[in-house]
Every structure is written in structure tokens, then in C-alpha cells.
């Protein structure tokens, strides 16, 4: 990549991570009495929300706070190694390709754990949730866009040296 462009890929790559982690304050889940408490909360410091996962589980059969734990846990983990990655490798081809799993990893994990998905538990969090989902839905297309450029970058080489 050219130098003035690898500033604009390393915030890109930063930037997501850092939004996504930001969001997890956001208010998210509606507890049915007028509280509202946030992913993060919830899913660190799950015993001082008894009463939401009460409510979570008057609307989810069977409902129990370690069904977040895949979901969110490997999304925070895998947005700190972008991080990092970033931070390490710049705009390299790994640190895209770490920010397409992680979209991916992000959306499945949202779409497919009931708890996570847009349901009236969500009254709040709806917005949350559409910013974390659109983060994920962003490293795809960010990933995507950086391997084309890639590509372009090398055809436009391999033309070069052919003449």
C-alpha cells in the first residue's frame, strides 16, 4: 500500500474495535421496571443483574447468562487482536483478514444467539445493537475493500513489470 493510504487503513482498523468496545456501555438490555443495563455490565458483573436475567428469561425459555459467554466473549477477544494486530502490523494483509472474522464471527454470534437478537427485551438496546452490528457488518466490507485494493495494487505491478 502506498504511504499516505496505510494511515487511512490503520484507523479504519482501529477505529472499529475501539467503537465496538465503546458500544458494550450502551444502555441494552430493558429490565421491565424502567432499569436499563448495558451488555458490558451484564456480561462482567452478571450476580448485580439478577433481575435482568430474570426478565431476559421470561422471554427466552431457559434463558442462563452463560449463553453470552461464545458470543460476546470471542467478539471481545477477537476485537482486542484486531486491535493489536493493528497497532502491530499495520495494513497488512492479516489485519484484514483478522478484521473479516471477526465481522463475521460478530454477525453469526448476533444473528443466532436468541438473547442477542432484536426482541422486546431490546426495547433500549436496539441502538446498540444495530451499531454493533453494523461495526461487524463494516469489517467485512472493510476487509473486503482492502483485499480488492490489494489486488488492483498487483495487477497494476505485474502490468508495470510485463512492459
Known amino acids: 500500500m502506498k504511504p499516505k493510504r496505510s494511515i ?3 484507523a479504519a482498523f482501529l477505529t472499529l474495535p475501539v467503537l465496538y468496545f465503546a458500544a458494550q456501555f450502551l444502555p441494552f438490555y430493558h429490565v421491565g421496571d424502567g432499569g436499563v443495563v448495558s451488555l458490558g455490565a451484564f456480561f462482567w458483573v452478571t ?5 435482568t436475567a430474570d426478565f431476559i428469561a421470561l422471554f427466552y425459555y431457559g434463558f442462563r447468562a452463560n449463553d453470552l459467554i461464545t458470543p460476546l466473549l470471542v467478539t471481545q477477544l477477537a476485537a482486542l487482536t484486531l486491535f ?10 492479516v489485519t484484514a483478514l483478522v478484521a473479516g472474522g471477526w465481522g463475521a464471527f460478530g454477525l453469526f454470534s448476533f444473528l443466532t444467539t436468541r438473547s442477542l437478537a432484536f426482541s422486546p427485551v431490546m426495547v433500549y438496546g436496539g441502538f446498540a445493537g444495530l451499531i454493533m ?9 472493510l476487509s473486503a475493500v482492502f483485499f480488492i485494493t490489494m489486488y488492483q495494487n498487483y495487477s497494476k505491478t ?5 512492459q
Open 84 to 93: 493489536i494486530t493493528a497497532l502491530i502490523l499495520k495494513d497488512r494483509g
Open 8 to 10: 487511512w487503513w490503520i
Open 47 to 51: 450476580e448485580s443483574h439478577k433481575q
Open 158 to 162: 505485474i502490468a508495470v513489470l510485463e
Open 133 to 141: 452490528l453494523f461495526l461487524f457488518l463494516a469489517a467485512l466490507v
